[in-house]
């Protein structure tokens, strides 16, 4: 798989579980709630995204070299 490839999957599944989450949380809640849940479940799935862009980058990077 190349990385171009592979970050395009984890930006589409990053992207599902944004939507997902933004479904759920305006459907049990107020809108006004459910956007500071977005706000922080989305931090979350950002950071996660962050660490593995970070890693993979890194492995890239060292197979240049």
Known sequence: MSF???LLTITAIYLLFFIITFALA???Q????SFM???IIGG??????????DGI??????ALH
């Open 57 to 62: 980058m890194f492995r890239y990077h060292a």
């Open 4 to 6: 171009i490839a592979w």
């Open 37 to 39: 849940e977005i706000t």
């Open 44 to 53: 979350l799935y950002a950071l996660i995204y962050m660490i593995h862009y």
């Open 26 to 28: 305006t459907r049990v």
């Open 30 to 33: 107020k809108v006004a709630d």
